[in-house]
C-alpha cells in the first residue's frame, strides 16, 4: 500500500464510510477507489479534489502525495 493510499484509506474509515459510499459519491467504481487504497493507481488531479472534497479535508493533506504533472490541468 502506498502513503496515498494508507492515508485515504484511514481519512474513509474516520468519515465512517464504505467503499461503496466514497466511490458513489465521488463518482467512481468501487474498485477504482480500492486500486487507489491499495496503491495500485494513480489518482488525477480532479479526483484527488472530489475525494478531499467528500471527506471534507483541506487539500493539503495529498497536495504532497500527487505528483507535480498531475495537477496540470489538461489543454
Known amino acids: ?14 468519515a465512517g464510510m464504505t467503499q461503496q ?11 477504482g477507489l480500492a486500486r487507489l487504497e491499495q496503491g495500485a493507481g494513480d ?3 480532479r479526483t ?3 475525494l478531499a472534497h467528500v471527506l471534507g479535508v483541506s ?3 495529498f497536495d504532497d502525495l500527487v505528483s507535480t ?7
Not at 69 to 75: F, I, L
Request: net charge positive; glycine share 8%; no cysteine.
Open 1 to 14: 500500500m502506498t502513503e496515498f493510499g494508507t492515508i485515504l484509506q484511514g481519512l474513509r474509515a474516520n
Open 21 to 31: 459510499e466514497l466511490a458513489r459519491k465521488v463518482g467512481m467504481s468501487v474498485a
Open 43 to 45: 489518482p488525477s488531479w
Open 48 to 50: 484527488v479534489l472530489k
Open 59 to 61: 487539500l493539503a493533506v
Open 69 to 75: 504533472s498531475q495537477k496540470k490541468p489538461k489543454k
